[in-house]
């Protein structure tokens, strides 16, 4: 091994080059993204050096022409032929990050990834493997932080986008750490070979192993910030992933820090750690290392480092923001004024703007807790230090010209000037874009509107021409959110036709055709299709490679749908003409699905003169273009919030279509997602996406029987749905369900105590624990019955329902004791048939039914003349009808429970009924097994012999001819009644299920 002065030294004159590197921020993931100093052999320097200038001057196109060229030479280098799919991979990395068009970014980067993976198929071992791992966690950060970057700027889309975030980080991890072992593999080689030396053989070999040690570190700290930056993907700061994560990122920034405590690397990597421990909540002890870091900062007069010492004017403001945010903010000022007296050097660096906008606003919210003349000189002192940031460039120069307006007479305070204006414009839209209200998103938008036109008319004398062209987009934008469609189209199309060659040309016409659509859609009218058609021309002609063409190739088949009859044929053609090299490529396959989906399901509808053919292909076509679609989405780097909204669109849609095929798992694959995302976030509202997200989850959780799954997501449904038949249907759905546990519960109940009462009789050591199983039961059944009970009284609430839900809903409320409710809504049933014919016709066959329940209400209410009486009239109208017939029972049967006398007329009724139902043939309707039940009950209460004989007789023989009965309630109720009945024998048991039939919605009496 060296001596540890010679790896310092090393370490101090080897990492200079990194550490320039390291000084760029990113502003949304705070990630590092340092290149990889190579250590090939001198002998390639007019090859690779010629390169790594290319990388470094941003001419990743020039590199990908240039290895091109070489690529057949016969005088490269073998190693150089060995590593060119690795240096092709850089190559177009570089290029990647520098092309403004986003298909041709993302063919970049896939082919990138291409290259890199066929070097480490045959190169495994090759020194340079470990480069490629970190070029590879490169391509896997990017894409990372171009997703977390749109997450948080769109915050519709941030629970979408955030796991999707998080997946990708995880994703560069585990190749960051395979370069850090092979990194420290190849320094322990090179150390091994040194061992008993004092210096390197050579100047070569010494900055060889100065540049390995740059790669190593490189690596370590990488994989550092992404465990930092996953850390950041968990918004909420309770939240324990969030810091576990982070902790783990701390240990390796401190890992660094202690093997360098004293170098650049080290105090890097301590500013680090308190980054890290800030976002945990340890703000004490970021502070502290905040300070420690502060002390290391070199002098402002050293221009040679320049950029190291705006690392710590940047560390500096983050010590500032975090006292801010704990209110010292009579330290904040303290500090902040001290620094910018000692720093004037440097005032017009982004430090000091940064430093001084903290002390602005450290000065404002202190005046709020002034009053008078001390509050009058804190606002002064915060405008004056506001009006200086407004008047130097930088990237903190709109929100100081914000604060300004605000703190200088309001949102109503007249804008002066161009910078004013835009940055009212910007600060508006944001507020529009984060806003969850309707009323506040139109309000941020006209805010947005009126600045950005203010913008323009005081942008004469503005040098950069393409800032002026970047606001009439974003005025065509806000003119378009506002309702002014027809005046944001021509703003758009005209910035496009007068500016072809600006680089947001194509977007302001892709702009226009999508406004075009949208206003087609709202008159049908020849201007618009005029509209559209001069729109998509204009892109097509102009830039015909770009996304944007695109766009009007999709528009061109959505307009195919819109014509009367609509050409299918054509739409989907149209959209899979879509270049597979696009960002909009998955989108339009998703649309050519969603055509193909629209043909089957108009196919199935003709019923029988449907070509089961041609429903066939079509639905087999729209899975297989889904799928694709999902696929193609995986390989998008960045498409923002329309692109999110299109893959969810397209997990959705093929979720829907594995419903209607039976294929419950597969569907919730895909569904589970989007679930966990509003189970995370609750909608405030329900629209259609969510509905059909909610409605599927429901159904599929209950096919699959995951009974608590579906609960939770069925409340979301029942707080956020409205009152209309999709919904209201599916929560009938799940309130059955519901039903079905209360069932379960109600049937372990029954058995707990006829087993603690018959462990009682017979005085069994057991029976205490019986006792526990009964205490246990009666929790378990009261809390699903409380449950439903809750759920009801909700959905009574509701109107929307058909017939089938009506009934289900008054019969559920009757068991669950919810009388007046299931009164009103037999009531209602009735009342809506006697006022709509057409539902009286529908009705007509469950009248009886409901007319016999609320008979059963006044009987449950003792009204035994009264009940009797009616439900004799009803039978004398329907002799016949199931329903009056038990109930008829029912009230005999309360009769006799006052009067035993009359146990034998009952019993001649429920046999009359038991013999009609045991003749009907095939299955046994549910109310079979509650009339034996009760015919055996009544037979029971006699209490003689041989009418115990008989009942058992009943109970047993029904249940081995039907184990399961109607629901595994009843079959418990059976079987404690067994053993309430001398006569009962242990052959009961032979008819025990092994496993319980569906709960039917019979009422339990």
């Known amino acids: 091994m060296f001596p540890q002065s010679f790896v310092d030294q090393s370490l101090r004159e080897g990492l200079t080059m990194m550490w320039q590197r390291l000084a760029c921020w990113s502003t949304v993931a705070l990630v590092l993204s340092a290149g990889v100093l190579s250590d090939r052999a001198w002998a390639d320097e007019d090859f690779i050096g010629f390169l790594r200038g290319l990388h470094e001057r941003g001419h990743g196109d020039l590199a990908v022409y240039y290895l091109n060229q070489i690529k057949e030479r016969p005088d490269l280098p073998e190693d150089v032929k060995t590593t060119w799919d ?159 994560v982070l902790q783990k990122a701390y240990k390796g920034f401190d890992g660094i820090y202690q093997e360098n405590r004293e170098e650049r690397t080290g105090i890097y990597a301590k500013m680090w750690e308190g980054k890290a421990l800030e976002e945990i909540g340890d703000f004490a002890t970021a502070l502290e290392i905040y300070d420690e870091v502060m002390s290391a900062r070199p002098p402002d007069k050293d221009n040679r480092q320049a950029q190291w010492a705006a690392m710590f004017d940047e560390v500096n403001r983050f010590r500032l923001m975090l006292l801010g945010r704990n209110k010292k903010y009579e330290e904040l000022i303290g500090d902040a004024e001290e620094w910018l007296k000692g720093h004037e050097r440097i005032k017009r660096s982004n430090g000091y703007q940064g430093i001084a906008l903290e002390l602005a606003k450290a000065y404002l919210e202190v005046a709020k807790t002034l009053k008078g003349a001390q509050a009058a000189e804190a606002t002064k002192r915060a405008k004056d230090r506001l009006a200086d ?42 507020a529009a874009s984060e806003a969850a209200t309707p009323a506040d998103i139109k309000s941020g938008w006209l805010e947005a509107e009126k600045a950005y036109a203010k913008a323009i008319e005081l942008s004469a004398d503005v040098k950069d021409k393409n800032r002026v062209l970047a606001t009439r987009m974003m005025l065509a934008t806000a003119q378009y959110q506002v309702g002014k469609a027809a005046e944001g189209y021509t703003t758009a199309l005209t910035l496009a036709k007068e500016n072809t060659s600006y680089a947001k040309a194509p977007a302001a016409a892709s702009l226009a055709v999508n406004i075009a659509l949208y206003l087609y859609g709202q008159t049908r009218d020849a201007a618009s299709m005029d509209r559209i058609n001069e729109a998509t021309e204009l892109l097509l002609k102009q830039w015909p490679q770009h996304a944007e063409a695109d766009d009007a190739r999709i528009a061109k088949g959505k307009l195919k749908l819109l014509q009367a009859p609509p050409d299918y044929k054509g739409a989907i053609e149209t959209f899979t003409s879509v270049n597979p090299a696009s960002d909009r490529y998955p989108s339009a396959l998703q649309l050519a699905g969603q055509t193909h989906w629209i043909v089957y399901i108009n196919e199935k509808k003709k019923g029988d003169a449907a070509k089961a053919d041609v429903a066939q292909t079509n639905r087999q076509k729209t899975i297989e273009l889904l799928e694709k679609s999902l696929a193609a989405f995986g390989k998008v780097e960045n498409g923002g919030a329309a692109l999110a909204q299109s893959l969810q669109d397209t997990q959705l849609l093929l979720a829907e279509v594995h419903m209607e095929g039976d294929k419950i798992d597969e569907a919730l694959q895909l569904l589970q997602p989007m679930v966990d995302a509003l189970k995370s976030k609750p909608p405030a509202g329900v629209d259609k996406t969510t509905l059909r997200i909610l409605v599927n989850s429901v159904r599929a959780y209950a096919a699959l029987g995951k009974v608590n799954d579906s609960i939770e997501v069925g409340n979301i449904l029942v707080t956020g749905g409205e009152d209309i038949p999709p919904v209201n249907g599916v929560l009938i759905e799940f309130a059955k369900m519901i039903r079905g546990e209360w069932k379960k519960g109600a049937a372990e109940l029954i058995s707990a105590e006829a087993a603690a009462a018959a462990a009682a009789k017979l005085n069994a050591l057991a029976e205490g624990e019986e006792d526990g199983r009964v205490k246990n039961a009666k929790l378990a059944e009261t809390s699903s019955r409380e449950s439903l009970s809750k759920l009801l009284e909700k959905l009574n609430e509701r109107k929307q329902y058909d017939l089938a839900g009506l009934v289900f809903l008054a019969e559920s409320s009757q068991e669950v004791g919810l009388t007046e409710k299931a009164r009103d809504q037999f009531q209602a049933i009735i009342d809506r048939a006697a006022a709509d014919p057409a539902f009286a016709k529908v009705a007509a066959k469950a009248m009886i039914r409901v007319r016999s329940q609320l008979i059963g209400l006044l009987r449950a209410e003792k009204n035994y003349d009264e009940s009797l009486k009616q439900v004799d009239a009803l039978l004398k109208e329907q002799p016949n009808a199931l329903e009056p017939l038990i109930e008829k029972g029912n009230i005999l049967q309360a009769l006799a429970e006052s009067d035993p006398k009359r146990y034998d007329e009952t019993v001649k009724w429920w046999t009359s009924i038991r013999l009609k139902l045991q003749s009907t043939p095939g299955k046994k309707p549910p109310a079979y097994y509650e009339v034996v039940y009760n015919c055996a009950f009544c037979l029971a209460a006699q209490k003689q012999a041989e009418k115990s004989t008989q009942a058992a007789q009943l109970l047993n023989a029904t249940l081995v001819l039907s184990p399961a009965l109607d629901g595994p309630d009843r079959v418990e109720k059976y079987k404690a009644l067994l053993k309430q009945l001398p006569a009962a024998k242990a052959a009961s048991a032979k008819a025990t299920p092994t496993k319980a039939a569906p709960t039917k919605a019979t009422p339990r009496k």
């Open 86 to 244: 690795l240096e092709m991979a850089r190559s177009l990395r570089v290029a990647a990050n520098e092309t403004p068009n986003v298909d041709l970014q993302q063919k970049h980067i896939l082919d990138a990834q291409q290259s890199l993976d066929k070097f480490l198929k045959e190169n495994a071992n090759h020194e340079e493997a470990a480069s490629a791992q970190m070029t590879s966690g490169d391509i896997s950060l990017f894409r990372a932080q171009n997703t977390l970057r749109t997450a948080l700027r769109d915050k519709a889309k941030k629970d979408t986008l955030i796991p999707e975030a998080r997946k990708l980080f995880g994703e560069a991890r585990p190749k960051y750490e395979q370069a850090v072992t092979m990194f420290k593999e190849r320094v322990d080689k090179v150390q091994a070979s040194m061992a008993g030396k004092k210096k390197f053989s050579s100047t070569r070999a010494e900055r060889q192993f100065l540049a390995l040690i740059d790669s190593w570190y490189n690596a370590r700290f990488k994989v550092a910030t992404v465990d930092y930056n996953i850390g950041l993907t968990y918004s909420e700061q309770a939240d324990p992933n969030r810091k576990a």
């Open 389 to 430: 940031i407004k008047a130097v460039p930088s990237e903190f120069q709109k929100e100081a010209i914000s604060l300004l307006r605000l703190a200088s007479g309001g949102a109503d305070a007249p804008l002066t000037s161009f910078e004013e204006a835009i940055a009212v414009g910007d600060g508006s839209a944001k």
